[in-house]
């Protein structure tokens, strides 16, 4: 935890444009999600499940219960209400930067029992302070954006740890009912989204991070983007058509990954005879052909976008297809409006294990009929991970900040592994283009007059 030397302004469209009381519900309601949603995702497994690392890409399980709750001390104990550390020489351990994920089962990490015990303490502090805390004053405090910030933070750490279970062996210890089934999607291919300006970024969501700040005015070419993400069974095809073994549609970084990886399909796929199967939090299953594809990393969405005659959208596009209604050049929340999410709207939560197939949630979909922006899978676009006009880092550069440049893609939407309070319309995630390990797929656009 760092600067905070911006703690003093305040978003001017945010102050008394929300009730008081009602962010102050939001943040309690948020945070016992969060945690309920921790203890189901530790709670699960035997002591040995948690202090192991399940692979070099991820933390033991025990270390991000504990981070969870170092951070909220940090934040909601120490910087919003003045207390003295409770644990002071345990912050080296759990400081992200200071300790890359291989690392971390060296460390002398609190054991499962302590951890547990130090986070329900964390918490129980932390729900007092938030019931005295006056929501203005500081940015920190301002519309209850540290609480909200925190709750985001667990719920990021959640679907971590969802992931972790993913590449964790062993029989599988999460259940969770499937989406509905729907009938075969029989909409248009793709949409097409007009030109003109739209206004991209917030400064009025009242816990938006950082990255998402400042809005501004994007001028966007008319595109066109698919209506529904890429399915296993589309991707299959371009398996079938020899896509992993012609450097025609991959990038040279991608090609020389794709050969140096021995990459042939999703990551968790594997051929058995003429059909796919799958490994998914602990149970084999055939490929379901109507689902978005998922454990992709951004060359392998890349490619299969050239293969299509196509490309990845870029972010600016992403979110205008997401957020803006023609009707009245209006700039929304959500696809569907401003209305916070529901079932009906979006597979958000980890309510399910799984994406739902594609053309479900007819109430989530745009004006312009794109269905699936939000929730299911993680969608790359081309962009990479820059700041926008006016960028301020708070409150500390190490959330963003360090991220910026080349070396980052900009995912959008969510995942069926994310909470609805770390997924908005504005909301950017952003990772490395080798990873897939983490929930993510792709829709494909073109220009139009390509």
């Not at 444009?17 to 519900?25: G, I, K, P, Q, W």
């Not at 170092?70 to 940090?74: A, D, P, S």
């Not at 912050?91 to 992200?96: C, E, V």
């Given at each position: 935890m760092t600067d905070l030397t911006d703690n003093t302004a305040t978003d001017t469209a945010v102050v008394g444009?929300?009730?008081?009381?009602?962010?102050?519900?939001r943040a309690v309601a948020s945070l016992i999600t969060a945690r309920?949603?921790?203890m189901l995702l530790t709670d699960c497994v035997e002591g040995p499940d948690l202090t192991a690392q399940h692979s070099p890409l991820m933390s033991p399980l025990v270390w991000d219960l504990a981070h969870i709750g170092?951070?909220?001390?940090?934040w909601l104990l120490r910087a919003v209400a003045g207390q003295e550390a409770i644990r002071p020489e345990i912050?080296?351990?759990?400081?992200?930067f200071e300790h890359p994920r291989a690392e971390r089962p060296?460390?002398?990490l609190l054991p499962p029992r302590e951890a547990r015990r130090y986070a329900a303490d964390v918490r129980g502090r932390a729900l007092d302070v938030l019931e005295g805390t006056a929501f203005g004053g500081t940015r920190l405090t301002e519309a209850g954006f540290a609480f909200g910030m925190i709750a985001q933070h667990e719920q990021q750490h959640d679907e971590t740890m969802l992931i972790t279970h993913q590449l964790r062996k062993g029989p599988r210890v999460l259940t969770a009912p499937d989406p509905e089934p729907v009938p075969l999607f029989t909409g248009p291919a793709e949409v097409l989204v007009p030109g003109g300006p739209f206004t991209m970024g917030t400064s009025s969501e009242p816990w938006a991070l950082d990255n998402e700040r400042p809005a501004h005015r994007r001028e966007v070419d008319p595109f066109h983007i698919d209506t529904t993400p890429v399915t296993n069974g589309a991707y299959q095809a371009f398996i079938e058509d020899g896509g992993y073994d012609d450097p025609r549609w991959w990038t040279p970084d991608g090609w020389a990954h794709v050969r140096r990886n021995k990459l042939t399909a999703p990551l968790f796929w594997r051929r058995d005879g003429r059909q796919w199967l799958r490994r998914r939090f602990g149970e084999t299953e055939v490929v379901p052909p109507h689902e978005p594809v998922l454990h992709v990393c951004w060359y392998e969405a890349d490619a299969y976008a050239r293969w299509a005659g196509r490309r990845l959208p870029t972010e600016t596009e992403w979110e205008k297809a997401a957020r803006h209604d023609p009707a009245g050049d209006r700039t929304m929340r959500y696809p569907w409006g401003d209305?916070?999410?529901t079932p009906e709207h979006a597979n958000l939560g980890q309510r399910h294990l799984r994406p739902a197939p594609a053309g479900s949630y007819p109430a989530g979909e745009s004006p312009l009929g794109v269905r699936q922006l939000i929730g299911d899978v993680w969608e790359w676009t081309s962009s990479d991970f820059t700041p926008y006009p006016g960028f301020k880092a708070f409150p500390y550069k190490e959330y963003s900040e360090v991220f910026f440049g080349p070396e980052h893609k900009v995912l959008r939407g969510g995942s069926f592994a994310v909470d609805a309070v770390a997924c908005r319309g504005t909301f950017r995630n952003w990772d490395l283009p080798i990873r897939r390990q983490i929930f993510s797929g792709f829709r494909t656009?073109?220009?139009e007059n390509v």
């Open positions: 444009a929300v009730d008081t009381e009602v962010l102050r519900e309920e949603r921790t170092n951070q909220e001390e940090q912050d080296t351990l759990y400081d992200a060296s460390l002398p209305a916070d999410p656009a073109r220009s």
